[in-house]
Each structure stands twice: as C-alpha cells, then as structure tokens.
C-alpha cells in the first residue's frame, strides 16, 4: 500500500471530520468503566483484585510492589540504568527551569499585592506497563511532581506474571514514593477513591488505553485530572528544502504506536510530497510493526496532504492542534510563530520526535484529539496550585472604597459595601 496525496484544497467534509474531530475513542466503554469505578469506590481492594484477575489474567499477591522497584534498579544492566538516569537528570533540568517563584510587590497607592505556588499533597501517575516496558513514561510522569514539591508519589502500572524490570527501575529512579501493581479503569478508580491499601490523590496523570482514558473521565470532578489523551499524533511540516527520508520517518515512527495513531505530512511542494509517499512505502516494509505502521497509514486521520502555499500548510496545522508538530523547513522559526496550536515543536533535521519522547527533557505527556488549542502537557505548573495575596494600607483603602463600595451596591450585595465603610468610618490600622 502507498499513502496517496491529497490536496487540503479537496478534503471533503467526511475527510475534514477526520482530521479536525479526533477523539480518544472513550465512548464504547463508557458504560463498563463506570461499573468498575463504582465497585471499586465501594469494594476497594476486593474489587481491584477481582477485576485484576479478570482482565489482566493475574493474581497479585502484595499490590504494593515499591521494593521491587529498587530492586530492579540494582539488578539492572549498567548501561541501561546509566541511559535511565540520564533521561531523567535531562528531564528535572528541564521541569526545574519551569519552577515559578512566589512575588509580592507594593504600589504607591497602598495596595500591596502577590501570588505564591505551593505543591500538592498526594498526586498519582498512571505508567503502562504489565510486560510491556514504558520507562519514559515513569520518567515524564514522576520527576514533573517531584520537582514541582509533591509530598507523595503514588506510581500505579499494569501487574504481569513477570513485570518488566526496566520500567520498575525507571520508576525508583525518577523518585516515586509509592507503588502498585494495578492497571486499567480499577488502578484509576483505586487513585480517586482510595482502598484499603492505596491511598487516596489529589490529582491523576498519565497516559493509558482508552479504558485508563474513559475512567479518567469518570473520576473527573471527584479528583483532578491532567488532561484525557487519545491515540499519539503528528503532524509534520515541510518545504522543499526537507529531506523526504526524514519527513516519512516521522511518519512511520508515530504510527507504529497503534492503528488509530494520526500521522500527517503537509508540504506545499509537489516533488516534496511524492517524495515523502514514497519514502514512507519503503520505511514501513522495514520496519518490526509494519502491519500497525500501515494500518495506521491507512485511517482516514492520516496522510500526506499538498498544500497550495506554506500559508495553507500552516492554517492546516493549526488547525489540527497536533501533539507533536515537526517543522523540517529553511525558515523553521518564522512558521513556528505563526503556529500557537501544538503540544510539543520539533525543530530542523536533527531533532527528531523521537528525543522528546524519551530523553530531550521536555516531557511526552501531551494533549491529543486538538486539545492543544486550550491547554500544554504535563508541567511542573500541573501540580502546583497558586494563591493570591493582598495587604492594603489605610491610604489604599480609603482611595479604594468608592470604586468598592460603587460596584458593591450596584449588585446589590450591601454587606460587601458596608465591610468597606466599617473600616473608613474608624481610625485606619497603620499595619506596614
């Protein structure tokens, strides 16, 4: 199968729903998610334990597995861990860069003003697993909350007769606090609500299948949530000047992460965009999951678009709101500033999404399904919260009571206004 291009001047309505009304897939299992947060809320542990034997086909003895973790971490091959730990280290540098800093600042009118961060207490991260090894995905959804000041980090990741020693050592290393072996809607339901043995959190991240996804939704207004992310998403764009071996392999390498992934190319150069089609042909025969790579390749969100003009491309692009956004193109940074809508932006021939996904240090827990029109990926900010403070001067209050006591009265909250007067009919406090 070769990818076809097309031209974004022709995308018909059912195309243009595809492209643009991406979503995570979460409404089939809606109704048996819910019944599985709800027995976990009422049964906790029996029912994390029930539900664990069904669907992962596993008996869990100790659900908490944070010791075995660090053993994995000591038993690890050298050079893996060294890889782990540098992964890690480039990630808190990043995510330590981000950290805000508490301010207050006086004014000549008496009104003295500020805002302070402070961490939250207890934060839970979701990490796929089971056999499979996710470790930059502890990485991404544990040093955030432990740079940001989290008291507690409570890990959950899918149990397996054998869990994979990579992703528990990376677990350890990023700095978790707790861990258990639960996964799916149960291990989400387990973070909201608390069992016997899982305590309950404040705030729920990381990504996961649509179950993971669907119970996020669920809990969500009973805990926080980061955001709810669907299949992984890239949109590459390119001139004349990329080189079409690159362009596909961004291609190629997002799709193979499942059939519903949505990969696009969008050039406005014709010669760029067969160049591209071809190239992706090829790549995906060599590659491991060729026949995820071109399923994928093959679904409606996906595809090699011609744009009429770069303008064209990039009122596409922001469209889309991709998770990742490549721009292989001469002038990158004028078409980056002209896309505001992306979750994370590649840069020039020599950085390839692949650096971002596991060890740049920015971090790969990003908003799909065009979430980036509205919000960013996991930060240090997803688990801070900020307050406000103000300290007003007898001087400040006076100036300020007409324009209260006014706004006050005209929406007829008279008590708002008389805590006002109260204070400007007495003797001000001198409190600097």
């Known amino acids: 199968m070769t990818v076809d291009v097309r031209e974004i001047a022709d995308l018909g309505p059912d195309d243009r729903v595809a492209l643009f009304e991406r979503d995570a897939g979460i409404e089939s299992v809606r109704g048996d998610v819910r019944e599985i947060v709800d027995r ?27 010791d075995d973790c660090e053993r994995a971490a000591e038993e690890l091959d050298d050079d893996l861990l060294e890889s782990i730990e540098t992964a890690a280290e480039n990630v808190r540098e990043f995510h330590e860069a981000q950290l805000p800093t508490d ?28 056999s499979a090894a996710y470790p930059s995905s502890a990485i991404m959804g544990v040093v955030p909350a432990v740079v940001a000041g989290v008291d507690h980090v409570t890990v959950v990741t899918p149990p397996a007769e054998e869990l994979n020693p990579v992703t528990l050592a990376a677990i350890h290393v990023a700095g978790a606090d707790e861990v258990f072996s639960v996964g799916g809607a149960q291990a989400i339901a387990g973070l909201a609500y608390g069992t016997e043995t899982i305590t309950r959190v404040q705030k729920i991240v990381g990504p996961g299948n649509r179950w993971v996804t ?23 764009v390119a001139d004349e000047t990329a080189d079409a071996e690159l362009v596909a392999s961004e291609l190629v390498a997002q799709a193979e992460h499942d059939p519903n992934a949505s990969v696009v190319a969008v050039t406005d150069d014709e010669a760029t965009a067969e160049a591209v089609t071809d190239a992706v042909d090829e790549q995906a025969s060599e590659r491991e999951r060729e026949d995820v790579i071109r399923e994928t390749l093959a679904n409606d969100a996906s595809g090699v678009l011609l744009a009429r003009s770069m303008s064209e491309a990039i009122l596409f692009t922001e469209s889309y709101a991709p998770e990742h956004l490549s721009i292989l193109a001469a002038d990158d940074e004028s078409i980056l500033e002209r896309i505001d809508s992306a979750g994370s932006v590649f840069l020039g021939p020599n950085t390839p999404v692949a650096a971002g996904d596991y060890a740049s240090g920015t971090n790969h827990v990003l908003p799909t399904n065009g979430g980036a ?12 919260r900020s ?10 209050l006076a100036d300020l009571g007409g324009t209260i006591t006014s706004l006050a009265e005209a929406e007829g909250l008279e008590a708002h206004a008389e805590s006002v007067r109260l204070r400007l009919e007495t003797d001000p406090v001198d409190d600097s």
Do not use: C, H, M
């Open 387 to 396: 307050t406000t403070v103000q300290r007003l001067s007898g001087e400040g």
């Open 214 to 236: 669907a119970a996020k939704a669920e809990v969500r207004g009973d805990v926080e949530i980061d955001f709810l992310a669907g299949p992984s998403e890239v949109v590459v």
């Open 103 to 130: 301010w207050r600042e006086e004014f000549d009118d008496g009104r003295e003003l500020g805002r302070r961060f402070r961490p939250l207490e207890r934060v839970g991260v979701y990490v796929p697993g089971g």
């Open 40 to 66: 976990v809320r009422e049964e906790g542990d029996v029912a994390v334990r029930e539900f664990t034997t069904e669907f992962d086909d596993v008996q869990v003895g100790n659900l908490e597995i944070t």
């Open 373 to 384: 029109r509205v919000t960013g990926g996991l930060s240090v900010e997803t688990f801070l």
